[in-house]
């Protein structure tokens, strides 16, 4: 390993009961003292390794927090600072876009732990033109592969289905498609959150007005 990756995995990686909640909380604290290193890292260090060494630690990451009791919220926030951090690296380290691809597959709709989520629209620069359609590919193969939702609650809202309308909600804000984020997020506008999303979602493109608009029908 690294010299970062001496530094920082040990924090993150753990064999220790963390069943209760002050031994997690105790963890947790290291977890943060691992991304704080790794943010600093990012702001002058190597940004191949600072992206490597991110990624291992996610991947230990979502291991540790699956057996803990992370009712504080600590380790989850210390999870969600590496994505954010493993995707503004992406670029900056010049990940091979077919392998980046892989990797956002695999840890949307593969993964144990499934309730995080990843950003495509904070990889678009990494992915570039060809990297994104890839990706775009890949999700449309899973939609095949799935066929239409059925009646039954447990798939209609499967963690695959649900992960699918997420990302053709944050596809949509990448296109700066005002008809699909509104099909996307404010769906029927029955509901005070799909609208409230769709509002931000359409500020998020800077369509001002609408987002405006669309959030007084709350």
Same mark, same amino acid.
């Given at each position: ?41 990012? /702001? ?20 540790? !927090? ?56 904070? $990889? ?10 890839? $990706? ?44 699909? !984020? ?8 029955? /509901? ?6 769709? /509002?931000?979602?359409?500020?998020? !493109?800077?369509? $001002?007005?609408? /987002? !405006? ?6």
């Amino acid at each position: 390993m690294s010299s970062l990756a001496d530094d920082v995995l040990p924090l993150i990686r753990t064999r220790a009961d963390l069943h209760t909640w002050r031994a997690s909380n105790a963890h947790g604290a290291r977890m943060q003292e691992a991304v704080a290193m790794l943010q600093q890292a990012a /702001a002058h260090g190597d940004p191949v390794e600072v992206f490597a060494v991110t990624q291992k630690a996610i991947a230990s990451a979502v291991t540790v !927090i699956m057996r803990a009791d992370d009712s504080s919220g600590i380790m989850g926030d210390a999870i969600r600072s590496l994505l954010e951090l493993h995707a503004d690296m992406a670029a900056p380290a010049q990940v091979a876009p077919a392998k980046l691809v892989d990797w956002m597959i695999t840890f949307q709709f593969h993964s144990d732990c499934d309730f995080f989520t990843i950003d495509p629209v904070r $990889y678009a620069a990494a992915l570039g033109d060809v990297g994104m359609a890839r $990706y775009r590919r890949r999700i449309d193969e899973i939609r095949d592969d799935l066929g239409p939702a059925t009646d039954d609650l447990r798939d209609r809202y499967s963690h695959a289905r649900v992960m699918l309308h997420y990302n053709d909600q944050r596809l949509a804000v990448l296109d700066r498609d005002v008809d699909a !984020i509104i099909r996307t997020h404010a769906r029927d506008e029955r /509901a005070a959150a799909w609208l409230h999303d769709a /509002a931000k979602a359409l500020a998020e !493109i800077e369509q $001002y007005d609408l /987002a !405006i608009e669309t959030s007084l029908k709350v």
